[in-house]
């Protein structure tokens, strides 16, 4: 059975910094492209970032580029995203996902889903 979990949510004020975690178990191998989603209140999940399975191909949303570094570790099967600049409309449920396809950045791409953490940057 997959399990995601993300971990590292809270509250931040503007411009402050937070670090999401996403453990994976029982993922049958490495070849999954490891991915972070957010959904705010009122709102559809929308893609934030993503690391490819193939390990050389990072791909971000407009909004979070140059704020948000994606990454991931194989060998201890967790994804991360750190959060810097934080801006009042980050504030959202952040979910982490796993996927198949090799750049995905859909919600339809992604097979397994966290149950999201909640994140809140207050101004």
């Known amino acids: 059975q997959v399990q995601l979990v993300e971990s590292g949510g809270g509250l931040v004020q503007v411009g402050g910094s937070l670090r999401l975690s996403c453990a994976a178990s029982?993922?049958?191998?490495?070849?999954?492209?490891m991915g972070w989603f957010r959904q705010a209140p009122g709102k559809e999940r929308e893609f934030v970032a993503a690391?490819?399975?193939?390990?050389?191909?990072?791909y971000y949303t407009d909004s979070v580029k140059g704020r948000f570094t994606i990454s991931r570790d194989n060998a201890k099967n967790t994804a991360n995203l750190q959060m810097n600049s934080l801006k009042p409309e980050d504030t959202a449920v952040y979910y982490c996902?796993?996927?198949?396809?090799?750049?995905?950045?859909?919600?339809?791409?992604?097979?397994?889903w966290g149950q999201g953490t909640q994140v809140t940057v207050s101004s």
């Open positions: 996902a796993a996927g198949r396809h090799i750049s995905a950045r859909t919600v339809g791409q992604y097979a397994y």
């Open positions: 029982g993922l049958p191998d490495s070849t999954y492209t």
């Open positions: 690391f490819s399975w193939s390990g050389d191909r990072t």
